[in-house]
């Protein structure tokens, strides 16, 4: 028997042929279902609290037809996203990068002014939050930063490019102004930095600057924000002004009780005490609806997700994709923090959508793309055998 | 081969991702348990006070109306607005106050202070803001852009309308709002501090019966105050309807003839009122001048303000109650019952007045002619006045007894006067009936034999309400009964049930024989037939006995120019159904005209008795 009658065949799985390409058996299941369960459990709440609202005109199905429409829109994005190897976004990053400030720069020129604030573009009769894009937008940039630094990630240098990178992307968001999704990025950039493996003396040092800082940032909130914190410490002092809306949250969600007053019955969204009931305030909404156990059944979902999503970075088949995951989930976690919070009073008023629950396209979208990501990640991940 | 190096993956930091996630649901499932299991109860009471408006629906006040149906208050519909502080901000409300002061003619400050104080006390409840019912365009303004005017209703609302005001606000007052004083006792009786209560007349004294009761209704509204549908509804109790025992045809006689003679300047007041002697009953009750009553629901203005408070005539007193004056000779009637009634004098009591001069210790009083003998009869038909001097404290140049002041003030008394009627009216005045007591208790000083001869005819100390002298005289009308006198009928249901009947009431069965009764009867009817109280072609066998009170000041003029003339006339009267001796009057009237001038009196003529002719003729033979 020769040697060469010996041959050492490898493997002949296709993997092994193509070690990137995809395993739809490598498919996260846990990620997919929560996914799927929310985009529905969103389309329900958004039926529910805009169907009876006495304070939204037109065709009273419209909200949710368009919710839907936007949710088949974010599930193809999902899809094709998870087909292509997300390595391909590290390679545009730089132009992703670009596509962000641009995004968001647009919105500044030819933006839509809404409740005092610019932050959408209307195009083809349909509004965008180029915002919601770019978070996912800066996930990848940032992703694709830290992936490349990650053996000089203790350097003070990996963080302060971090936050140059991250700086111009910031100011454009709040100059909108939009604080609550400038915030969002900062949530972004920790999250990332954080699971890089940034010194955390390094994190908690910023923490502490952008603290004593705080006088300073006080005075170039505008008046409205500074109201908005000032009502979230005593909504009581002006209830019918600045602390209205949390006062009718508080009222919407603790009279939802254990079960809630059923779907569509609640009457602190369509009645108008709620405002932006399909958005901002949605969870109020739901709470008020389906009660403790529909809020425990939501969260239960996001658990999941976020779990799931964790699990996906922890076995990423390379740094870049732990970054890309890590990065959502820092997004959606600080999303439903801030969201949740506000409606019962842990948190100030600001205009952050609940993931999947608040209606709107471009959060749907965005957030689908990411989950395309994960996916995508999780398909290509490393496997046990490859070790 | 790409590399298999994991040194990216920091487990310690997952772990804390981990539990970050963990943390943040643990938190918030926290809150949300405090929140909804809880305290759940407490936030769906206010969700539902945020949904649920349960606002009060006014009932209509009832109507007031003659014995025969004649309306005269009622209700106009109207509008009202009101402001409930809690969905009012505090930030906005010093631009609505001034946007609604405009609207409802109020000065912003006030609009304000209204709704602060409203704030204070319950600020779920409503504050009326209007004064007066607002126009239709306001309302509708303030209702159809309810966004820009947030805590601000518009409610409708009925005003009070008086029909012919000013003859009939002596008796009905008017309404009026609660004063915040008051409102704390009113309140427990279900009042709301919008509402109006009869401030004053019959609306104050049958607010019982007038008021309605408070119905209710809830609305589901929206954040904007906009009313989405009403969920429940508890319809008002509309006010009972209070029934006069007021005769709108006798009063507007009355007025026809008494108006005239103020409008004329032949004296500058009048009272007329009839009653029914059988049983109290107040068939009319006129007292000039009045005032217009609707003033004070439209919101009385300052210049109307100061034309009442600027009349020295004081046209908010009701003249036949709350002022008073002496009776005159109508006052012989006392008198001469006390005399007849102590035996001291008798129908063939004869005095010789056979001079005008009385002289008593070298005080004289005086008659108004010589009459020479008279008798009972003659002596009140003729109203002689030395006849009841001696009648009242005796003739000492003769002899004879006079009956004096003690049993004056007795008889005096027992017939109403020094008393309230205690007739169902606000403002009544009690009057003068002196007695030596009296006397010596408000001056310190004695009663002397010139007090009772001036008491004996009406003059001097004594003092009455036109009321209270027409009381009297029912009283010998009917044969000695004291009926209180009253306005009120009966009380009936918006359905028309009779809810409430007024029975005659009697104070008391005067001690007088009903012979000397009789005898007073028949000297009153005499008054007329052969005294100075002339009825040419008399129609009707009226009895009754004039009064002339002199005043001290008999000339100058008041503040609005009318002649004082210093004579005030009386005329009081009933009419038998015979000729003199039956007590089966069913009307008695008293007639009283203040200031009038002396011309009217010349032979004595007094102009009450030709009004009363006319009035009873008018009234009696052409009933319908």
């Given amino acids: ?105 647009i919105v500044l020129v030819i933006g839509v002014s809404s409740l005092g604030a610019q932050r959408s573009v209307n195009f083809a009769g349909m509004s965008f939050q180029f915002s919601e894009v770019a978070k996912v937008l800066m996930i990848v940039v940032l992703a694709k930063f830290f992936a490349d630094r990650i053996d000089k990630i203790g350097s003070p240098i990996t963080i302060g490019l971090g936050l140059a990178i991250l700086a111009p992307a910031f100011a454009l968001v709040y100059r909108q102004p939009d604080l609550g999704t400038s915030l969002v990025f900062v949530a972004i950039f920790f999250g990332m930095a954080f699971m890089a493996g940034a010194r955390l003396w ?31 410490t005593n909504p009581y002092a002006d209830p019918q002004g600045a602390g209205w809306n949390i006062i009718q949250s508080l009222i919407a969600v603790g009279s939802g009780g254990p079960t809630g007053k059923g779907l569509t019955a609640g009457t602190q969204s369509p009645l108008g005490y709620l405002p932006i009931a399909e958005s901002d305030f949605v969870f109020a909404g739901l709470a008020e609806d389906l009660g403790f156990v529909g809020a425990v059944i939501l969260f239960a979902l996001f658990i999941l997700l976020l779990m799931a999503a964790l699990r996906i970075a922890f076995r990423a088949r390379d740094s870049f994709g732990m970054l890309l995951a890590c990065g959502v989930v820092a997004m959606l976690l600080f999303q439903i923090l801030v969201n949740v919070g506000m409606a019962i009073s842990l948190m100030p008023v600001t205009g952050i959508p609940l993931p999947f629950i608040s209606h709107g396209g471009s959060s749907l979208v965005s957030i689908c793309f990411a989950l395309g990501v994960l996916q995508s990640v999780s398909m290509r991940r490393a496997g046990p055998e490859l070790g | 081969m790409r590399s298999t190096s994991r040194d ?94 405009v609207l409802v003619g109020r000065e912003a400050s006030d609009v304000s202070k209204a709704i602060d104080v409203q704030r204070a006390r319950n600020p779920y409840e409503p504050v009326k803001i209007s004064l007066r019912p607002v126009a239709r365009d306001v309302a509708l303004l303030l209702s159809e852009r309810g966004e820009l005017f947030p805590g601000v209703r518009v409610e409708a609302e009925s005003i009070r309308h008086y029909e012919d005001a000013v003859l009939y606000s002596p008796l009905l007052g008017y309404v009026g709002p609660v004063t915040e004083e008051e409102f704390a006792a009113y309140r427990e009786k279900g009042y709301l501090q919008t509402d109006l209560i009869g401030r004053t007349g019959l609306e104050s004294v049958y607010e019982e019966y ?57 004296f500058t007041q009048a009272v007329g009122i009839a009653m029914n002697p059988q049983n109290g009953e107040i068939l009319a009750m006129y007292s000039n001048p009045g005032y217009d009553n609707n003033w004070f629901i439209n919101g009385i203005t ?69 009459h020479g003998p008279v008798d009972f009869v003659n002596g009140f038909a003729h109203s002689s006045d030395i006849y009841f001097y001696t009648l009242g404290g005796g003739n000492p140049n003769t002899g004879q007894r006079g009956v004096g002041p003690e049993a004056i003030y007795k008889y005096g008394s ?42 004996a005819i009406g003059q001097g100390f004594v003092a009455v309400t036109p009321l209270q002298l027409l009381n009297a005289y029912a009283i010998v009308a009917n044969g000695g009964t004291f009926y209180q006198p009253h306005l009120l009928k009966e009380v009936v249901s918006q359905q028309g049930q009779v809810v409430f009947t007024q029975k005659p009431k009697v104070v008391r069965e005067v001690s007088i024989t009903k012979d000397n009764l009789a005898l007073l009867r028949e000297s009153a009817r005499r ?36 002649n004082k003339l210093g004579f005030h006339n009386w005329f009081v009267s009933f009419l038998p159904k015979a000729d003199n001796t039956d007590p089966t009057a069913e009307i008695a009237m008293v007639i009283f005209t203040f200031d009038s001038s002396r011309s009217l009196c010349n032979n004595c003529y007094n102009p009450a008795v030709e009004m009363t002719q006319k009035v009873l003729e008018a009234y009696v033979l052409g009933k319908p």
């Fill in chain 1, 1 to 105: 028997m020769s040697v060469g009658a010996i041959s050492i065949r490898r493997t002949s799985s296709p993997l092994h042929d193509r070690p990137h390409a995809r395993r739809l058996d490598q498919v996260d299941p846990y990620l997919l279902i929560a996914t799927l369960l929310l985009i529905a459990y969103g389309l329900v709440m958004t039926y529910a609290v805009t169907v009876e609202s006495r304070t939204l005109t037109g065709d009273p199905m419209q909200y949710v037809i368009r919710g839907a429409l936007w949710a088949s829109i974010g599930l193809a994005v999902m899809v094709a996203v998870a087909m292509f190897d997300y390595a391909w976004l590290g390679t545009f990053a730089p132009l992703l990068f670009l596509l962000t400030l641009g995004l968001l720069g």
């Fill in chain 2, 302 to 370: 300052p210049d109307q303000m100061k034309q009442l408070n600027g009349d020295d005539r004081r046209p908010l007193v009701n003249k036949a109650i709350g002022d008073i004056y002496p009776p005159g000779s109508t006052f012989k009637m006392v008198t001469g019952l006390s005399a007849l009634n102590e035996g001291v004098a008798s129908r063939g009591t004869v005095v010789n007045v056979n001079s005008m001069i009385l002289n008593v210790g070298g005080y004289l009083f005086y008659d108004w002619r010589v």
């Fill in chain 2, 414 to 455: 027992e017939l109403g006067f020094g008393n309230k009627t205690g007739i169902d009216l606000p403002g009544e005045a009690a009057g003068i009936m002196p007695s030596p007591e009296w006397k010596v208790r408000t001056f310190d000083e004695e009663w002397t034999i010139g007090n009772t001869y001036h008491e």
């Fill in chain 2, 8 to 101: 990216f993956v920091r487990p310690n930091r997952f772990l804390a991702m981990g539990m970050a996630i963990v943390i943040v649901f643990t938190g918030l499932t926290a809150r949300l348990w405090d929140l909804q299991l809880v305290n759940g109860g407490h936030y769906r009471d206010l969700a539902e006070q945020n949904r649920v408006l349960r606002l009060p629906v006014e009932a209509e006040r009832g109507t007031i109306v003659d014995r025969n149906g004649k309306v005269l208050a009622r209700n106009l519909p109207g509008f009202a607005v009101t402001v409930i502080p809690v969905d009012l901000p505090r930030a906005k409300q010093a631009a609505l106050s001034q946007t609604l002061g």
């Fill in chain 2, 527 to 562: 008054v007329v037939t052969i005294g100075h109280a002339n009825m040419p072609k008399a129609k009707l066998p009226i009895a009754g006995k004039t009064g002339t009170a002199e005043f001290g000041i008999s000339a100058g003029k008041d503040s609005a120019g009318r």
């Fill in chain 2, 210 to 266: 007038l008021r309605g009761g408070y119905g209710w209704r809830e609305i589901e509204r929206d954040a904007s105050q906009r009313e989405i549908k009403q969920l429940a509804y508890s319809p008002p109790t509309v006010g009972n309807s209070v029934v006069l025992t007021i005769d709108d045809r006798l009063q507007k006689l009355i007025e026809g003839e008494l108006k005239k003679g103020v409008d004329e300047d032949k």
């Fill in chain 1, 202 to 232: 390094q994190l908690v040092g910023m923490v502490a600057i952008a603290g004593a800082s705080f006088p300073i940032i006080w005075g170039l909130l505008k008046p409205y924000q500074q109201s908005r914190l000032t009502a979230f």
